[in-house]
């Protein structure tokens, strides 16, 4: 079953094309607007840690802790020791706060440039970067930006100037976190199975598509399937979605099961309902 977390609006470009300024600048606007907003960082920095050798702290991972929690009067910072290697776009998902509305990423250009489910802001410095980007990136971009947006005889074209059009950008990403929360909204309506017999490749598009009035629930097969099944599986008084083929094998091996008892008899057709919980 598939697991989406919060929306991710990613600020990518070429090194010193203003993206730190940029961000700065977003969360302020997004925050004074309501949004509760999660910021991450890449360091491209070898071998940074935003803890000292030497430390209570860097002593306690170098004994095994993992992660690590320094509590002061200002800040409580969790450090884990994870190398960038296991890194993913989901395990950010581990450090969301309640509430939190949306995630925004400087960088991480390796992990959001072909992830067509997080949307980009782009800065530029020229021509060239622009048309570079346009080649590459796969996804929804919510805009091209630049502190000094390049001169270019390309009617097509965009670069917004960050200074003169923040409040654009600012719009932009407000109506692409609004529409992402309907998304999931409609999500969490259907099974998450992935099954790809909707003609979409997740349970995530083909919620997009309805949430655009593409396509319709019905659409979903395991859904409709539902209510025609013979079995049903609830873990901790939720109900998991199954596929056909897959809800047959689970009420044949209980029916199997069940007629090996001394006693019991099965005819083959029964209903099978498999509670399972979670002990307290």
């Known amino acids: ?28 606007e997004l925050r004074s607007r309501g949004y509760k907003v999660m910021s991450a960082k890449h360091v491209h920095m070898k071998e940074f840690t ?42 950010l998902s581990e450090y969301t706060m309640k509430g939190t509305d949306l995630i925004l990423l400087e ?26 980007y346009q080649r590459d990136i796969v996804g929804r971009v919510l805009c091209v930006c630049s502190f000094s947006p390049p001169r270019t005889s390309d009617a097509k074209m965009e670069v917004l100037g960050v200074e003169r059009d923040l409040e654009t950008i600012v719009e932009k990403i407000v109506d692409f976190v609004e529409g992402e929360k309907k998304t999931y909204a409609v999500l969490n309506e259907l099974p998450q199975l992935d099954c ?3 003609g979409f490749e997740s349970c995530f598009d083909l919620a997009r598509a309805i949430e655009r009035g593409e396509m319709s629930k019905k659409s979903c097969i395991p859904m409709n399937l539902g ?7 609830i873990l901790d008084e939720k109900e998991i979605p199954l596929q056909a083929f897959v809800s047959e094998i689970i009420r044949r091996s209980m029916l199997g099961m069940l007629s ?10 029964e209903f099978i309902e498999v509670k399972v919980s979670t002990p307290h």
């Open 196 to 198: 790809g017999k909707c």
């Open 260 to 269: 090996t008892l001394k006693g019991v008899e099965t005819k083959g057709n």
């Open 107 to 132: 960088g991480f250009s390796r992990w959001t440039l072909k992830n067509k489910s997080v949307a980009k802001v782009v800065m530029v410095k020229s021509e060239l970067e622009y048309k570079e």
């Open 1 to 28: 079953m598939s697991q989406r977390i919060l929306p991710i609006v990613a600020v990518i470009g070429y090194k010193k094309s203003g993206k730190t300024t940029l961000i700065r600048s977003l969360i302020a």
């Open 50 to 91: 935003m803890d000292a050798e030497g430390t209570d702290t860097w002593w306690h991972s170098n004994a095994g802790a993992n992660p690590v929690v320094c509590v002061s009067d200002l800040e409580t910072t969790v450090l884990y020791k994870k190398a960038q290697s296991n890194f993913s776009l989901e395990r």
């Open 227 to 233: 209510s025609k099944l013979m079995c049903r599986v």
